[in-house]
């Protein structure tokens, strides 16, 4: 472990921190002993088994708050200390913020019921300034990281239960889509306010399926085209009449043969041509009633609305599912 080097000042805070730590816990302890002395039944079990010590602290405890105002007069001298450090560094803007930020340690000074409680407080505050010094390291606790755990149980069990009951009011929301007004649908509402976006994909999408897809097989496809024609025009009465012509019969055959093939081919090329051109506007507006049709707001078609609406509702109850996981306990359990 490497030694930990501490200026002056800091030494200073250690050593003012280390006997305002001992001197809290002694009186936290003792608060919290008296305090258990009210229990008539502790009281009887200590009269009966210490009757010497139930004897010497019957009048400290009658007298209780005569000796807590030392101790508040030690936290209070340490208060107003620490609040001139304060000014004389000038650690807040304004010489009054100090004791509005630990408005808690005033708290503490009250010398009555549960403010003694807040005196906690004063030492978790220092606790905090030696883990900031790098004296401490309170994440290699045990007792830290059993409240980090407890902490994480507790915040994933609260999230988890709110986001199952917003997704709750979210499916029986859905659940009860039925309006007749197209324009009250929830395909309606949800998907066509982004119309546009929807058949600016939809096209390009096109465009690059023409691009990507058809380039990569033209030859396959013109090599296709090839031999179809050639079966049907080999199974074509009047193309044998022609072949049985003398001499030309068989060229003028496969002339025609070839102007057939590379016509129905040049089309197919021309026509995935202008699906991959980006300057082919008709696509969007094939888009656009593609769109509309299935949207179908004019007509008030209710099928692709539940189609929606159950896929929604799937949806939901599978990331209810998921949330309904309990990380914690899986990672407990790999430990």
Known sequence: MAAIKLKREDVRVFSIDLIMTLVLVINLLWFAFDFLWENDTLRLFIETNLPDFYQFYLPIHDNFGNYDFWFVVVFLIEFLFRWAGAVINGVYHRWFYYPIIHFYDILGLIPAGYFR??????????VYR???MGIIDVTKWYAYKQLMFVKDIFVEEISDLVIIRLLTSIQKGVEKETEPDPEGHLV??????HRQ???DWMANKVRDTAANEYAPNKDDIERQIQEMVEKIMSESAPMQTLVSIPVVGK???????NTISEGIFQGIDNVMQQLASKENVKIEEVAGKVFDALINKKEGDMELNRIIRTIVINVLEEVKKDTAVREWQQKSTKK
């Open 197 to 199: 976006e929807i058949i």
């Open 130 to 132: 030696l883990q900031r």
């Open 251 to 257: 060229a003028v055959a496969q002339k025609l043969e």
């Open 188 to 193: 309606y509402k949800a998907v066509y306010p």
């Open 117 to 126: 409680v807040l005196r906690v407080l004063r030492l978790v505050s220092i």
